[in-house]
């Protein structure tokens, strides 16, 4: 069974940067796509960015585009996401998945369709 675990989160300023990490157990990372999600208090979740398993294709929110980038080690078994320029309206609990599918990363709206989460890291962008 695949488990994911995220880490990294924390206060930072704005304008500040901070790298999460994903770090999986079970099972191999290589055969799956992987994103990273996120929920503001209030809100409901959304994706900011996912990998394919394959040739590393990346998706990512427009809002994230240019300031945050994703990123995986299969060897590590691991999946990043760094995150430069931070704003305010980044502040959330990030969480990391994993998906059969890269189109199931990028198209999720909220469908019971990935594979697995991890508990979520939180990030808090605030002077």
């Known amino acids: 069974q695949l488990q994911l675990v995220e880490s990294g989160g924390g206060l930072v300023q704005p304008g500040g940067s901070l790298t999460l990490s994903c770090a999986a157990s079970?099972?191999?990372?290589?055969?799956?796509?992987l994103g990273w999600f996120r929920q503001a208090p209030g809100k409901e979740r959304e994706g900011v960015s996912c990998i394919s398993s394959r040739d590393n294709i990346t998706y990512y929110l427009p809002s994230a585009k240019g300031r945050f980038t994703i990123s995986r080690d299969n060897a590590k078994n691991t999946v990043y996401l760094q995150m430069d320029s931070l704003k305010p309206e980044d502040t959330a609990v990030y969480y990391c998945?994993?998906?059969?599918?890269?189109?199931?990363?990028?198209?999720?709206?909220?469908?019971?369709?990935?594979?697995?989460w991890g508990q979520g890291t939180l990030v808090t962008v605030s002077s």
């Open positions: 079970g099972r191999a990372l290589n055969s799956y796509a």
């Open positions: 998945a994993a998906a059969s599918q890269f189109r199931l990363c990028v198209m999720w709206s909220g469908e019971d369709t990935l594979d697995a």
